[in-house]
């Protein structure tokens, strides 16, 4: 489910963004992580809606066949290696590869519906800032998340509550401390977030 932040206002209804009257049609780049995700993305890939102006595959070290896979799925798909570990580093790398104008950080294991990338893209036309999706919002769900995760998350979602205030449905991070959050972003913010840790 989508969770949309602005300065005042609320999300607009969801439509398809490809039939929005904004002047044109927003370029939307989707990156992706991966390690060793070659069984993953053929649940994943095929599901990018064909609206979106590209796929960057950031691919940390994998042994499998990910890259193969990804080419063989969607022949479009740029590929980025990653030389330094971590998630946040494969998505600054993305970040930096991506040419839209709008960034969809997606994630590689299926946990995720690209399907529902339109209307994360709403969000953002109607004016959010950020859009950003959580399996613990009405209509979410999951089937993978132990007793033990669950408490961890609600843990950490009252810290952050505490600490910074608002009313963020998961962890403020950039995804949930399983990992699994949809998270979308012009791409003004993303470049004001990178240039601000220089």
Do not use: Q
């Given at each position: 489910?989508?969770?949309?932040?602005?300065?005042?206002?609320?999300?607009?209804?969801?439509?398809d963004?490809?039939?929005r009257?904004?002047?044109?049609?927003p370029?939307?780049?989707?990156?992706?992580?991966?390690?060793?995700?070659?069984?993953?993305?053929?649940?994943?890939?095929?599901?990018i809606?064909?609206s979106?102006?590209?796929?960057i595959?950031?691919d940390?070290?994998?042994t499998?066949?990910t890259?193969?896979?990804?080419?063989?799925?969607?022949?479009?798909v740029?590929?980025v290696?990653?030389?330094?570990p971590?998630?946040g580093?494969?998505?600054?790398?993305?970040?930096?590869?991506?040419?839209?104008?709008?960034?969809?950080?997606?994630d590689?294991?299926?946990?995720?519906?690209p399907?529902?990338?339109?209307?994360?893209?709403?969000?953002?036309l109607?004016?959010?800032?950020?859009a950003?999706?959580?399996?613990?919002?009405?209509?979410?769900?999951t089937?993978?998340?132990?007793?033990?995760?669950?408490?961890?998350?609600?843990?950490?979602t009252?810290?952050?509550?505490?600490?910074f205030?608002?009313v963020?449905?998961?962890?403020?991070t950039?995804?949930t401390?399983?990992?699994?959050?949809?998270?979308r972003c012009w791409?003004?913010?993303?470049t004001?977030?990178?240039?601000?840790?220089?």
């Amino acid at each position: 489910m989508v969770a949309g932040r602005k300065h005042s206002g609320g999300m607009g209804p969801v439509r398809d963004f490809t039939t929005r009257p904004i002047g044109r049609t927003p370029r939307v780049s989707v990156v992706i992580s991966t390690l060793n995700e070659a069984e993953n993305l053929p649940h994943v890939l095929p599901r990018i809606p064909a609206s979106v102006h590209e796929v960057i595959l950031v691919d940390g070290r994998s042994t499998d066949d990910t890259v193969a896979v990804a080419r063989a799925l969607r022949p479009d798909v740029r590929i980025v290696r990653e030389t330094s570990p971590g998630k946040g580093a494969a998505l600054r790398a993305g970040f930096a590869a991506a040419s839209g104008d709008i960034i969809v950080m997606l994630d590689a294991d299926g946990s995720t519906d690209p399907r529902e990338i339109p209307a994360y893209v709403e969000a953002l036309l109607a004016g959010a800032d950020f859009a950003k999706g959580s399996r613990f919002l009405r209509g979410g769900g999951t089937a993978d998340m132990s007793l033990h995760r669950r408490l961890g998350n609600a843990a950490l979602t009252g810290l952050v509550r505490l600490l910074f205030g608002g009313v963020t449905p998961t962890s403020a991070t950039g995804t949930t401390p399983s990992g699994r959050a949809w998270c979308r972003c012009w791409r003004w913010t993303a470049t004001a977030s990178r240039s601000r840790r220089r």
